[in-house]
């Protein structure tokens, strides 16, 4: 996983863009935005952490589930490319304006996501 600047049509080899294996997480937050590349089907925590952006707050940095999607305290909100929540946790989160669980989010296409201001676990939208 890489930081990595706007793909460029043409950037990939024989003059595509490879995109198959690998999609863009592009991260929101108050100190701009950032791109990374990651594999297809890795999850959204790991991605982020990874490139030196955490989910948590300083509290629940230490004081978390380790990615078991019992804790809450590393949601992120998707603005683009969200797919169905296919985790308990997130059905409900989904449904009651909640943001959703980085680490049990699996990466399958380009998203954008944003690092909520975190209450306790992140309010409402």
Known sequence: MTDQSPP??????DGATDTAE???VTVRTDD?????????????RDVLRDAGISP???????????GRGICAT??????EGE?????????LADRFGYPRLSCQY???????????EKRVWGGRE
Do not use: K
């Open 106 to 116: 699996r990466l399958t296409r380009d998203v954008t996501v944003e690092i909520p």
């Open 8 to 13: 460029l049509d043409g950037d990939g080899p």
């Open 32 to 44: 701009g935005t950032r791109r990374l590349t990651a594999p297809v089907g890795a999850v959204l």
């Open 74 to 79: 590393c949601g992120v909100r998707i603005r």
């Open 22 to 24: 690998t999609v863009t």
């Open 56 to 66: 948590y707050t300083r509290y629940t940095e230490r004081l978390n589930c380790g």
């Open 83 to 91: 797919t169905e929540p296919d985790h308990w946790h997130d059905r």
